[in-house]
Structures are given as C-alpha cells and as structure tokens.
C-alpha cells in the first residue's frame, strides 16, 4: 500500500516575475534555499540560447534566422538554488551568458515567437518534476508560463534604485555609468513589456511589492511569509 508522509508541506509553485533589477534573482534564490524548494532562473535560459546563436554566427536580428535554429541546442537548467547552473550542448554558460553582448541580444532573441515556444515547453516539464515545489522568476512566470502556480509575485522598484543595484553588481558605481545602466534598464524593459508574445506583465492575481525602500533579507521574509501562509492552506 502506498504511504502519504502527511507531516511534509505540499509542493508549492512559486512564479516571480518584474523587471531587472528588482531584486528577482537574489530573492528567488534565498527564498528556494530557505524553504527547500527548487529554484528556476528562466531569463539565464533566454540568455542561453542567445549564447548559443551569437556563437554560431546567426544574425539575432534575424527573427526567421533564429526561429529557424531555435530547437538546436540543448539547454539544461539545474534547480539547486545553492548552485544554480547551465549548459548548453554539454559545455557550462554560467559565465558567458552574463556578457554585455548576450544582454544586448536577448530581448531580441526572447521575442521570437519560436523560441518561447520551446524555452516555455522546457519550463513547464522542470517545474512539474520538482519534487518540493519551485520557485520560477522570469517575466511571464504567472501570465504565461505557469498560470495555475500556487503564489505569483509581481516585484517592483524605482528606475533609480534599479539602475544603482545593478550598477553595483557590474562594479562600476559612478554617475555616468549609472545615467547609462538606468537607459539600458530602460530599453531592456520597453523591448520586454511591448513584444507580441508573452511580454513582461503582472498577472491579474499576483501579489506586487515594491522593493525600493526594503533590503534583501525584509523581501525574502515577506515572500516566505505569503508561501507559508499559501502551504497551510492547502
Ligand atoms: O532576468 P534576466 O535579465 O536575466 O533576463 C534576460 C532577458 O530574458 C530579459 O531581458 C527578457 C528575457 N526573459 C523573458 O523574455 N522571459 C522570461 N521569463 C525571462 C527572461
């Protein structure tokens, strides 16, 4: 006969979506860590397969170009919010999806009908085989890719504090480069809200906060408080 184990909390999806430099990644990360569960980084799955065309010489420009080479390479995710990973054929893309030249592509690459496409299908079967729950942050987690997720929370700041906590990530903290990373910022997020398919957007019945005023440590508490709060109703 089978057993349940009715002492473990039921799996929880959780979708996280908002524009960089919300505080997204480091939220979903800590969040997944502190609750045992699954942690998806699903814009580091766009910057994959941009990689992926950059490298081999696909004009990204090229919408039918990328359509046509999308279902060639193989991207796998890991879900261990500890150690998030990726790769892509085999060969690890951590670190060289994280370069100027992938961020000024991949809002191309990700408008492409076809690639989202294959990158949601890809989403979806992770999601589902994870055993505790997930945590999936991306920009249309709750919109599109998981509408029946149990929690979906929408994060938010000013274009300002955006635009300091990514320049602080880059390390370059003057205010030249802060004007340039708020512009880029910015036309990240208009290519991203307005493309055809599946643009960034808050879903009707997400949770927004507003990260502006608050640290890492009081955003983590109070996502963990709303998943909590979901769990015991289940
Ligand atoms: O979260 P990020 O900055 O690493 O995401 C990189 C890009 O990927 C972002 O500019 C838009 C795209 N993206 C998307 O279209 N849909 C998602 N669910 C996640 C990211």
Redesign the pocket.
């Known amino acids: 006969m089978e057993t349940v184990d009715r002492t473990a909390p039921a799996a929880v999806i959780v979708a996280i979506?908002g524009p960089?430099g919300t505080g997204?990644?480091s939220t979903s990360k800590a969040v997944a860590a502190r609750l045992g569960l699954g942690y998806l980084?699903?814009?580091?799955?766009?910057?994959a397969i941009t990689w992926w065309m950059l490298s081999n010489g696909i004009d990204v420009r090229d919408a039918s170009a990328v359509a046509d080479a999308a279902g060639k390479p193989v991207i796998v995710s890991g879900t261990d919010p500890a150690a998030p990973a990726i790769t892509v054929d085999g060969a690890d893309a951590a670190g060289p999806i994280r370069s100027q030249e992938v961020?000024g592509a991949?809002?191309a690459v990700?408008?492409v009908p076809e690639v989202?496409t294959l990158i949601t299908d890809l989403q979806r079967s992770i999601a589902k085989e994870a055993p505790a729950g997930i945590v999936v942050?991306?920009?249309?987690?709750g919109s599109t890719?998981l509408p029946d997720a149990d929690l979906k929370i929408f994060l938010t700041a000013s274009p300002e504090v955006r635009a300091a906590r990514r320049s602080g990530e880059l390390k370059g903290k003057d205010a030249a480069d802060l004007a340039a990373t708020q512009a880029a910022l910015a036309a990240?997020d208009a290519?991203?809200s307005s493309r055809k398919t599946?643009p960034?957007a808050k879903a009707e019945d997400a949770v927004e906060v507003d990260t502006s005023l608050l640290n890492l440590d009081q955003v983590v508490e109070a996502v963990v408080a709303l998943i909590e709060e979901k769990r015991a109703a289940k």
């Open positions: 979506d960089a997204k990644s980084d699903t814009g580091a799955q766009y910057r961020t991949v809002s990700s408008a989202r942050e991306g920009r249309d987690i890719v990240r290519a991203d599946s960034l």
